[in-house]
């Protein structure tokens, strides 16, 4: 039926990857909404005693999960750091019954322990569990009724939060392969404007890639636990990528003060189309041709190279090379609802 057929074709759209990234921030602020509202429903609509602390254990375990990499990265750890924090907090109510300063010794301990581990490999469980062993065991002015429905609630707290955390969420692979897109269209854009006007004022669309660049470093581990692959293949473009926006930033000195780029059109051509076609590879996720290997040898033909376009090509070249690799491996990860045609949304139009 038609209007079955459009319904389901909105909804495809709300599954692509593409408006995901452009709309991240409001997907995760509606995520946490949402669990805010149906937990707060619960405590409502059942009278729970302390309903309160079911609404701290979803903001905390909600927080700062937006992609789905940090979702099955960091979930199971905040939900056994809210399990032996929980627990903990009423061993710490049970000892504050004998004798205060007791109780908070057992407490201090705690407390030291989850900071010590914090920034170890299980930091995100080690900070929940010592939140969570406050929240249930207090300073001792908590009756054992109470730390018990505390108990409770943190565990509901920590049941929405897993389920609304898998709404819509934004998968880092995703939110890193299009930020590259990005900048790789940008810097290949930033090039031609040097070679045909070295006055240009370059500097906002360099603090825009920039602010990308740091943005892509902290999802590489959360791209790499949603591909299966190790994060070396992320790094390896990660420092290739780096390595152009510094070239860049040097070539746009080197060409206000003189001309000494290669005035070869040809290359510096061919330099922006394998930038282009690696942004739009990225995009689309379409393998492109072996382009890189087409530009090293276009590189090699010409007797008279400047350093800097020769680096900016191999770099180029060698970007292009390694996204042949990882693209197929990004499609067979991809979910089958966040294939669209292009010429469906407008948002895909540039």
């Not at 934004?170 to 590259?180: P, S």
Request: net charge positive; charged share 20%; no cysteine.
């Amino acid at each position: 039926m038609p209007i079955f057929r459009t319904l389901i074709s909105r909804w495809r759209v709300l599954k692509h990857p593409v408006f995901l990234y452009q709309h991240f921030r409001v997907i995760h602020t509606l995520r946490v909404a949402l669990a805010f509202l149906f937990g707060g429903a619960i405590d409502i609509y059942f009278a729970i005693p302390y309903g309160t602390w079911t609404l701290v254990a979803i903001v905390v375990l909600m927080g700062n999960m937006p992609t789905q990499g940090d979702i099955s990265r960091k979930s199971g750890q905040r939900v056994l750091g809210t399990f032996y924090g929980a627990l903990a907090g009423l061993m710490a109510v049970l000892f504050y019954l004998v004798t205060p300063w007791l109780g908070f010794m057992w407490m201090i301990l705690l407390i030291a322990l989850s900071a010590y581990h914090a920034l170890g490999k299980n930091g995100e469980a080690a900070v929940v569990a010592g939140v969570t062993t406050v929240m249930v065991g207090g300073l001792g002015e908590t009756a054992i009724e109470e730390s018990f429905w505390r108990l409770g609630n943190v565990v509901i707290g920590a049941i929405v939060a897993m389920i609304f955390a898998n709404l819509l969420p934004t998968r880092a692979i995703d939110r890193w392969r299009l930020m590259l897109a990005e900048n790789l269209r940008d810097i290949a854009l930033v090039y031609r404007q040097i070679s045909l006007n070295p006055q240009l004022d370059i500097e906002p669309t360099l603090e825009r890639i920039n602010a990308r660049m740091k943005k892509m470093r902290s999802l590489i581990a959360a791209a790499a636990k949603e591909s299966g692959q190790k994060s070396h293949t992320f790094e390896t473009l990660h420092r290739y990528h780096r390595i152009l926006f510094l070239l860049l930033e040097r070539m746009s000195v080197a060409a206000a003060e003189a001309p000494i780029l290669t005035e070869n059109r040809r290359l510096r051509s061919g330099i922006f189309r394998s930038l282009m076609r690696s942004a739009r590879m990225l995009r689309f996720l379409r393998r492109d041709s072996q382009y890189g290997t087409e530009l090293l040898k276009a590189l090699s033909l010409i007797d008279e190279v400047d350093f800097l376009t020769q680096e900016f090509a191999q770099v180029s070249a060698n970007i292009a090379d390694e996204l042949q690799l990882l693209v197929p491996i990004v499609v067979q990860t991809h979910h089958p609802l966040s294939q669209l045609q292009p010429a469906a949304p407008r948002f895909l139009k540039k």
